[in-house]
């Protein structure tokens, strides 16, 4: 079977012919999505770069390989939602970048996927500030309410480019969860970011297209959320923040996984210690389908370290699958 058809039965629990590190996509992306502005910059601007992106959000580039942080929140203060400028999703300079890569496919031999990276509460924190953030969900829960209402409201409308030509899969980013548990409260999430995803989400279930759902640290919390929304793969597990047996537990036949290899043994190595690893998740998570063996993070890694990991999933990740050695 090819690599689409392979990725399907893995997402479906469906006898997969072997692990693979991701599926094949080809990503569909809006001017913005990566932090550019109108003016420039993005997440790809050499260290020192300061830039405003589309949201009117100031960043500053530090650390090679790694994305700006934000350094100016447009709407820190509640007043200035009364004339803040709320990017528009059909603006030509936004979505005809969708258009263009749309023409550019190269094949059909992969999923067709659109971007919504800081899809929800990462967008607000950006906006508004993390500890404004949090203090608004007591103090000022209809300024949030209206806040991830108009992020969601920009969502939905590139989501509607994205369903206009046909995607089958999307990638949404919400990091909700620290080293050792969640971001934000259980019921903060139901109250507030739960109702907003719905809209989302019940636009791309309709329609069949799988969700490839990103969140960093402890998630175990948010499992049960995330599949009743309906992802079809969460990522990317972080080995050392969650009880993988627990995730796998709750997920088996429900939704896929991807990651779990740890971040700190791709970043330290040996490659020997990277293909241990390697087949104890391979064997941990993926004996009946539903796993792909991918780092925990996105991290600029040492080139002959991830070559271990892909060169460590091919040997190991073919079904049927053998236990580790003792």
Known sequence: MNAKENALRIIHFDHPERVVTGPPIYELLYYGVNHEGFDGGGHDSPVGTSWTDIWGTGWHKELAGVMGFPRHNPLAETAALKTYQWPDPDDERICQRIYDLAAQRPDRDSFLTGSHRDALWEKAY?????????????????????????????????????????????????????????????????????????????????????????SCGNVEAFVPVFMRLGVSILNPVQATANDLDKVRSMTRGRMALRGGVSSALLMEGPPERIAREVQQRIWQLGREGGYFCAPDQGLPFPQAHIDALTAAVDEYGRYPLSPPAA
């Open 126 to 214: 950006m906006l508004v500030g993390m500890e404004n953030m949090m203090v608004y969900f007591h103090t000022e829960p209809e300024f949030v309410r209206e806040v991830l209402h108009r992020i969601m409201d920009f969502q939905i409308g590139i989501a509607r480019h994205y369903l206009k030509l046909g995607v089958e899969m999307v990638r949404l980013s919400d990091d909700l969860g620290t080293q050792k548990g969640p971001l934000l409260s259980p019921r903060i999430v139901q109250e507030f970011l739960v109702p907003e995803y719905e809209r989302l989400f019940s636009l791309y279930r309709e329609r069949g297209v799988l969700v490839d759902f990103h």
